[in-house]
Protein backbone atom coordinates (compact mmCIF):
# COMPACT_ATOMS: atom_id res chain seq x y z
CA UNK A 1 0.00 0.00 0.00
CA UNK A 2 1.71 3.52 -1.25
CA UNK A 3 -1.32 6.20 -0.04
CA UNK A 4 -1.16 9.73 -0.74
CA UNK A 5 -3.14 12.09 1.56
CA UNK A 6 -4.24 15.30 0.20
CA UNK A 7 -3.99 17.99 2.26
CA UNK A 8 -3.29 16.74 5.37
CA UNK A 9 -1.79 20.11 6.52
CA UNK A 10 -3.84 23.68 5.86
CA UNK A 11 -1.74 25.80 3.81
CA UNK A 12 -1.94 28.00 7.05
CA UNK A 13 -0.39 24.95 9.10
CA UNK A 14 2.21 24.66 6.24
CA UNK A 15 2.84 28.05 6.92
CA UNK A 16 2.44 27.98 10.53
CA UNK A 17 5.11 24.79 10.61
CA UNK A 18 7.41 26.87 8.19
CA UNK A 19 8.11 29.67 9.94
CA UNK A 20 8.95 27.74 13.34
CA UNK A 21 11.22 25.47 11.99
CA UNK A 22 13.15 27.38 9.71
CA UNK A 23 14.62 29.70 12.83
CA UNK A 24 15.63 26.74 14.41
CA UNK A 25 19.25 25.64 14.41
CA UNK A 26 19.80 22.18 11.90
CA UNK A 27 22.24 19.49 12.55
CA UNK A 28 23.46 16.72 10.37
CA UNK A 29 20.58 13.85 9.44
CA UNK A 30 22.55 11.33 10.83
CA UNK A 31 21.91 12.37 14.16
CA UNK A 32 18.44 9.86 14.43
CA UNK A 33 19.86 7.23 11.57
CA UNK A 34 19.85 3.70 11.74
CA UNK A 35 23.15 1.70 10.51
CA UNK A 36 21.88 1.16 7.15
CA UNK A 37 20.96 4.07 6.52
CA UNK A 38 24.01 6.18 8.10
CA UNK A 39 25.82 4.80 5.01
CA UNK A 40 23.49 6.86 2.40
CA UNK A 41 22.23 9.73 4.14
CA UNK A 42 23.14 13.46 3.70
CA UNK A 43 21.07 15.73 4.64
CA UNK A 44 20.28 18.31 7.37
CA UNK A 45 17.84 17.32 10.66
CA UNK A 46 16.60 19.55 13.38
CA UNK A 47 17.08 17.79 16.57
CA UNK A 48 14.17 15.63 18.03
CA UNK A 49 14.62 17.48 21.66
CA UNK A 50 14.41 21.39 20.05
CA UNK A 51 11.08 22.89 20.96
CA UNK A 52 11.24 23.53 17.14
CA UNK A 53 10.78 19.95 16.27
CA UNK A 54 8.56 19.24 19.71
CA UNK A 55 6.25 22.00 18.65
CA UNK A 56 6.32 21.27 14.95
CA UNK A 57 5.29 17.81 16.11
CA UNK A 58 2.56 18.61 17.75
CA UNK A 59 1.10 20.67 14.59
CA UNK A 60 1.60 17.18 12.62
CA UNK A 61 0.49 15.06 15.45
CA UNK A 62 -2.91 16.98 15.69
CA UNK A 63 -3.65 17.00 11.85
CA UNK A 64 -3.28 13.14 12.20
CA UNK A 65 -5.79 12.80 14.31
CA UNK A 66 -8.80 14.60 12.41
CA UNK A 67 -7.83 12.91 9.07
CA UNK A 68 -10.12 10.16 8.66
CA UNK A 69 -8.01 8.82 5.78
CA UNK A 70 -5.10 8.15 7.80
CA UNK A 71 -6.84 6.59 10.60
CA UNK A 72 -8.39 3.96 8.55
CA UNK A 73 -5.31 3.45 6.53
CA UNK A 74 -2.99 2.86 9.47
CA UNK A 75 -4.93 2.19 12.18
CA UNK A 76 -2.32 3.50 14.62
CA UNK A 77 -1.80 2.63 18.29
CA UNK A 78 1.89 4.31 18.14
CA UNK A 79 3.38 6.83 16.26
CA UNK A 80 6.75 8.08 16.38
CA UNK A 81 7.23 12.22 17.50
CA UNK A 82 7.14 13.33 13.94
CA UNK A 83 10.87 14.69 13.04
CA UNK A 84 11.89 17.53 10.29
CA UNK A 85 14.77 17.27 7.45
CA UNK A 86 15.89 19.42 4.50
CA UNK A 87 17.87 18.61 1.52
CA UNK A 88 19.62 21.50 -0.96
CA UNK A 89 22.77 21.62 -2.91
CA UNK A 90 22.95 17.80 -4.01
CA UNK A 91 22.07 16.01 -0.70
CA UNK A 92 20.32 12.82 -0.86
CA UNK A 93 19.10 9.86 0.71
CA UNK A 94 20.22 6.61 -0.74
CA UNK A 95 18.91 3.44 -0.89
CA UNK A 96 18.06 1.90 2.70
CA UNK A 97 14.89 0.53 4.98
CA UNK A 98 14.01 1.77 8.05
CA UNK A 99 14.63 0.48 11.34
CA UNK A 100 11.99 -2.36 12.03
CA UNK A 101 11.47 -0.77 15.95
CA UNK A 102 12.59 2.57 17.51
CA UNK A 103 12.74 3.38 20.83
CA UNK A 104 11.08 6.69 21.72
CA UNK A 105 12.92 9.33 22.65
CA UNK A 106 12.28 10.61 26.59
CA UNK A 107 12.05 7.37 27.51
CA UNK A 108 8.87 5.02 27.58
CA UNK A 109 8.28 2.07 25.15
CA UNK A 110 9.08 1.26 21.69
CA UNK A 111 7.71 1.85 18.05
CA UNK A 112 7.01 -0.76 16.09
CA UNK A 113 7.76 0.30 12.32
CA UNK A 114 4.90 -0.86 10.24
CA UNK A 115 4.52 2.19 8.31
CA UNK A 116 6.48 5.39 7.11
CA UNK A 117 4.90 8.42 6.32
CA UNK A 118 6.53 11.85 4.59
CA UNK A 119 4.56 14.93 4.72
CA UNK A 120 5.74 17.41 2.26
CA UNK A 121 6.44 20.96 3.44
CA UNK A 122 7.72 22.62 -0.35
CA UNK A 123 5.67 23.13 -2.98
CA UNK A 124 7.50 20.52 -5.80
CA UNK A 125 8.11 23.75 -8.21
CA UNK A 126 10.61 25.64 -5.69
CA UNK A 127 12.93 22.68 -6.10
CA UNK A 128 14.78 20.27 -8.63
CA UNK A 129 15.21 16.50 -8.10
CA UNK A 130 13.56 15.12 -4.16
CA UNK A 131 11.55 12.92 -5.21
CA UNK A 132 10.74 10.04 -2.84
CA UNK A 133 11.69 6.53 -4.98
CA UNK A 134 10.18 3.56 -3.29
CA UNK A 135 10.28 -0.05 -4.56
CA UNK A 136 7.00 -1.81 -4.40
CA UNK A 137 5.88 -4.85 -5.86
CA UNK A 138 3.94 -3.29 -8.50
CA UNK A 139 7.57 -1.67 -9.77
CA UNK A 140 9.44 1.63 -8.75
CA UNK A 141 7.27 4.56 -7.63
CA UNK A 142 8.53 7.93 -7.79
CA UNK A 143 6.20 10.65 -5.36
CA UNK A 144 6.68 13.83 -5.13
CA UNK A 145 3.89 16.30 -3.47
CA UNK A 146 2.46 19.53 -2.72
CA UNK A 147 3.12 21.34 0.55
CA UNK A 148 0.49 19.56 3.26
CA UNK A 149 0.29 16.68 1.06
CA UNK A 150 1.46 13.34 3.13
CA UNK A 151 2.25 9.75 1.75
CA UNK A 152 2.06 6.70 3.80
CA UNK A 153 3.80 3.48 2.75
CA UNK A 154 5.26 -0.07 4.35
CA UNK A 155 8.39 0.76 6.38
CA UNK A 156 9.97 -2.72 5.29
CA UNK A 157 9.95 -0.90 1.23
CA UNK A 158 13.33 -0.32 -0.33
CA UNK A 159 13.02 3.53 -0.52
CA UNK A 160 15.56 6.41 -1.28
CA UNK A 161 15.07 10.22 -1.60
CA UNK A 162 16.77 11.80 -4.99
CA UNK A 163 19.60 14.41 -5.06
CA UNK A 164 18.12 17.87 -4.57
CA UNK A 165 19.64 19.86 -7.62
CA UNK A 166 17.87 23.15 -6.91
CA UNK A 167 16.25 24.62 -3.83
CA UNK A 168 15.05 23.25 -0.86
CA UNK A 169 13.05 20.29 0.02
CA UNK A 170 11.68 20.92 3.53
CA UNK A 171 9.83 17.25 5.19
CA UNK A 172 9.02 15.97 8.36
CA UNK A 173 9.00 11.78 8.56
CA UNK A 174 7.96 9.65 11.30
CA UNK A 175 6.42 6.01 11.85
CA UNK A 176 3.54 4.33 12.88
CA UNK A 177 2.89 1.05 14.55
CA UNK A 178 -0.59 -0.25 13.92
CA UNK A 179 -2.99 -2.12 15.51
CA UNK A 180 -2.87 -4.76 12.35
CA UNK A 181 0.82 -5.94 12.10
CA UNK A 182 0.17 -7.84 9.10
CA UNK A 183 0.76 -5.35 5.64
CA UNK A 184 -2.11 -7.73 3.47
CA UNK A 185 -4.98 -7.91 6.37
CA UNK A 186 -4.26 -4.22 6.86
CA UNK A 187 -5.04 -3.38 2.76
CA UNK A 188 -7.67 -5.45 2.83
CA UNK A 189 -9.62 -3.77 6.00
CA UNK A 190 -9.04 -0.52 4.02
CA UNK A 191 -10.56 -1.63 0.96
CA UNK A 192 -13.41 -2.86 2.91
CA UNK A 193 -13.71 -0.04 4.90
CA UNK A 194 -13.59 2.49 1.64
CA UNK A 195 -16.65 0.17 0.30
CA UNK A 196 -18.45 0.52 3.36
CA UNK A 197 -18.57 4.44 2.65
CA UNK A 198 -18.99 4.31 -0.56
CA UNK A 199 -22.34 1.99 -0.08
CA UNK A 200 -23.32 4.24 2.83
CA UNK A 201 -23.99 6.87 0.55
CA UNK A 202 -25.87 4.88 -2.37
CA UNK A 203 -28.05 2.33 -0.28
CA UNK A 204 -28.40 4.28 3.51
CA UNK A 205 -26.34 3.56 6.59
CA UNK A 206 -29.75 1.28 7.79
CA UNK A 207 -29.37 -1.23 4.35
CA UNK A 208 -29.13 -4.51 6.04
CA UNK A 209 -26.41 -5.42 3.66
CA UNK A 210 -24.29 -2.56 4.23
CA UNK A 211 -24.90 -3.69 8.41
CA UNK A 212 -23.75 -6.91 7.90
CA UNK A 213 -20.10 -5.75 6.14
CA UNK A 214 -19.76 -3.44 8.83
CA UNK A 215 -19.88 -6.31 11.43
CA UNK A 216 -17.39 -8.16 9.02
CA UNK A 217 -15.10 -5.91 8.97
CA UNK A 218 -15.06 -5.39 12.83
CA UNK A 219 -15.04 -8.88 13.21
CA UNK A 220 -12.13 -9.26 10.79
CA UNK A 221 -10.22 -5.98 12.88
CA UNK A 222 -11.22 -7.71 16.20
CA UNK A 223 -9.32 -10.95 14.83
CA UNK A 224 -6.10 -9.32 13.26
CA UNK A 225 -5.64 -7.13 16.25
CA UNK A 226 -2.25 -6.48 17.81
CA UNK A 227 -2.40 -4.12 21.05
Known sequence: MLLPLHALLSQEEVARLRALIEQADWVDGNAT???????????????EDSPEAQQGGQIVLAALA???????????VKIY????????????????VDNAVRPLPRGG???RCDLSMTVFLEQPDRY?????????AFGVQQVKLGAGDAVLYPAGS???VEPVTRGRRLASFFWIQSMVRDHEARSALLDLDQSIQQLS???????????????LYHNLLRRWTDV
Do not use: C, M, W
Request: aromatic letters at 4%; proline letters at 6%; glycine letters at 16%.
Open 128 to 136: DGGELTIET
Open 109 to 111: TSV
Open 66 to 76: RHAGFIAAALP
Open 33 to 47: SGHQARLVKNNLQLP
Open 81 to 96: PPLFNSYAGGQALGLH
Open 201 to 215: GDLGEGHAGLIKLTG
Open 158 to 160: LHR
